[in-house]
């Protein structure tokens, strides 16, 4: 049974940098696209961005584009978000999401202080 897990979060300033990883089990992820949802209190869940299953295909939110970068290294079923150029805004809980299974992960918080 595929098992998403997020791990990266935290907090941090204004205009820092963030990592968020999203580690996978199961033999098939390099097939699946995979993307990154977040959720900001008393919002709904909104999409971040997507990556294809080999990498070379990756889609953003306008309001992050640019700041962040998704990737992905299949030799370590494990996908990736970094976060530069943090604001307050990009505060939320931050879900990882295997589009092709429709499997979403826990979560992990991004606090960005003012």
């Known amino acids: 049974q595929v098992q998403l897990v997020e791990s990266g979060g935290g907090l941090v300033q204004a205009g820092g940098s963030l990592r968020l990883s999203c580690a996978a089990s199961?033999?098939?992820?390099?097939?699946?696209?995979m993307g990154w949802f977040r959720q900001a209190p008393g919002k709904e869940r909104e999409f971040v961005a997507r990556?294809?299953?080999?990498?070379?295909?990756?889609y953003y939110a306008d309001s992050v584009k640019g700041r962040f970068t998704i990737s992905r290294d299949n030799a370590k079923n494990t996908v990736y978000l970094q976060m530069n150029s943090l604001k307050p805004e990009d505060t939320a809980v931050y879900y990882c999401?295997?589009?092709?299974?429709?499997?979403w992960g826990q979560g992990t918080l991004v606090t960005v202080s003012s």
């Open positions: 999401v295997a589009h092709s299974i429709g499997l």
């Open positions: 199961g033999r098939t992820f390099s097939s699946y696209t």
């Open positions: 990556i294809s299953g080999s990498g070379d295909i990756t």
